[in-house]
């Protein structure tokens, strides 16, 4: 099965907001990912900790060499990931406390540009990473450095994969929702659901496969594939499209026991939607920023924008 991106030509520009750009080179079948990890390691003192130099490249072959999936992508096809990790501190037995941020980016059809489909951060992983330890896939046995990796690579995966076909993504987050059940039963730290991290792995596993939001899943693929993908041929379907997305989302927040889907995606894309309806009729930037305003007050000070 060839990955529903090779079936579109992305060749022209758009300007909705700040994109990543850069001509995309042709290539034979390849991996899913191209992923670039950046390890800051500031807040260490001591050499003991030189081996996390290492740590970088061995995570990025890790991630790129791996097949996650049984689809065939050309080497132009694979996700642009970018994983950002803090080391926060380290323990003599080389027991690290991280901070990390994924991000993923998705071409716009009929464009030379990309837009953030993936966008989480995750404050508590802790892992253990002494000198000379390799690293290896075992979906049998959960290791809190590979398998924190395995984790948000599927749901990396699902989340982008949600965006090219309604509920696509599935079967990744299956695969991520075993390896959270292999870490809560090896008692992880930072995978259980009753945390005060609102943000938690449990929790956003859990909401993905939960038949519960399935209709926001369904209206953020409806936002980028009949959004976005349309905007540079046809502006004004493609707002109106965004538009009902958005409004789907605001009936699905209401009847929603977890805000965190949500503000997966509002933190994602508010810049993003308000460059889309900035120079929209007044009705329909109007309309817009009531139900912004109403379903996502975090980002209230960009959306007011959208007044004048």
Same mark, same amino acid.
């Given at each position: 099965?060839?990955?529903?991106? +090779?079936?579109?030509?992305?060749?022209?520009?758009?300007?909705?907001?700040?994109?990543?750009?850069?001509?995309?080179?042709?290539?034979?079948?390849?991996?899913? =990912?191209?992923?670039?990890?950046?390890? +800051? $390691?500031?807040?260490?003192?001591?050499?003991? =900790?030189?081996?996390?130099?290492?740590?970088? $490249?061995?995570?990025?072959?890790?991630?790129?060499?791996?097949?996650?999936?049984?689809?065939?992508?050309?080497?132009? %096809?694979?996700?642009?990931?970018?994983?950002?990790? !803090?080391? +926060?501190?380290? @323990?003599?037995?080389?027991?690290?406390?991280?901070?990390?941020?994924?991000?993923?980016?998705?071409?716009?059809?009929? #464009? @030379?540009?990309?837009?953030?489909?993936?966008?989480?951060?995750?404050?508590?992983?802790?892992?253990?990473?002494?000198?000379?330890?390799?690293?290896?896939? /075992?979906?049998?046995?959960?290791?809190?450095? #590979?398998?924190?990796?395995?984790?948000?690579?599927?749901?990396?995966?699902?989340?982008?994969?949600?965006?090219?076909?309604? =509920?696509?993504?599935?079967?990744?987050? !299956?695969?991520?929702? +075993?390896?959270?059940?292999?870490? %809560?039963?090896?008692?992880?730290?930072?995978?259980?659901?009753?945390?005060?991290?609102?943000?938690?792995?449990?929790?956003?596993?859990?909401?993905?496969?939960?038949?519960?939001?399935?209709?926001?899943?369904?209206?953020?693929?409806?936002?980028?594939?009949?959004?976005?993908?349309?905007?540079?041929?046809?502006? %004004?379907? &493609?707002?109106?499209?965004?538009?009902?997305?958005?409004?789907?989302?605001?009936? &699905?927040?209401?009847?929603? @026991?977890?805000?965190?889907?949500?503000?997966?995606?509002?933190? $994602?894309?508010?810049?993003?939607?308000?460059?889309? =309806?900035?120079?929209?009729? @007044?009705?329909?930037?109007? %309309?817009?920023? /009531?139900?912004?305003?109403?379903?996502?007050?975090?980002?209230?000070?960009?959306?007011?924008?959208?007044?004048?």
């Amino acid at each position: 099965m060839i990955h529903p991106k +090779n079936t579109f030509n992305v060749i022209k520009h758009i300007i909705l907001c700040a994109f990543f750009f850069g001509l995309i080179p042709q290539g034979s079948w390849a991996q899913e =990912f191209n992923c670039d990890v950046t390890l +800051n $390691t500031d807040q260490l003192e001591g050499s003991s =900790f030189d081996h996390l130099e290492d740590l970088e $490249t061995n995570l990025e072959a890790y991630i790129n060499d791996y097949e996650w999936s049984d689809q065939e992508f050309l080497e132009h %096809e694979r996700l642009n990931c970018r994983i950002q990790i !803090v080391i +926060n501190s380290g @323990t003599s037995d080389f027991i690290f406390s991280a901070e990390t941020v994924f991000q993923v980016q998705r071409p716009i059809y009929n #464009t @030379t540009a990309q837009t953030t489909s993936v966008l989480i951060s995750d404050d508590t992983w802790q892992f253990s990473y002494p000198e000379g330890k390799s690293l290896i896939h /075992d979906e049998m046995q959960f290791d809190d450095l #590979t398998g924190y990796i395995d984790f948000f690579s599927y749901i990396m995966l699902g989340m982008d994969f949600d965006t090219f076909s309604e =509920f696509g993504g599935e079967e990744y987050y !299956v695969q991520a929702q +075993n390896i959270l059940n292999l870490a %809560e039963s090896a008692n992880s730290i930072g995978w259980s659901r009753s945390t005060n991290n609102r943000r938690n792995r449990n929790m956003l596993v859990t909401d993905l496969v939960s038949p519960s939001y399935r209709s926001l899943r369904s209206a953020i693929y409806q936002y980028h594939r009949h959004g976005l993908d349309k905007f540079i041929n046809n502006p %004004e379907e &493609a707002r109106q499209n965004i538009l009902d997305a958005l409004a789907s989302i605001q009936e &699905a927040k209401r009847r929603s @026991t977890s805000n965190l889907l949500f503000d997966v995606f509002f933190d $994602t894309k508010y810049r993003e939607i308000t460059a889309a =309806f900035t120079d929209a009729p @007044t009705q329909i930037r109007l %309309e817009a920023y /009531d139900i912004l305003r109403q379903t996502d007050q975090g980002h209230l000070t960009e959306y007011d924008r959208l007044q004048n």
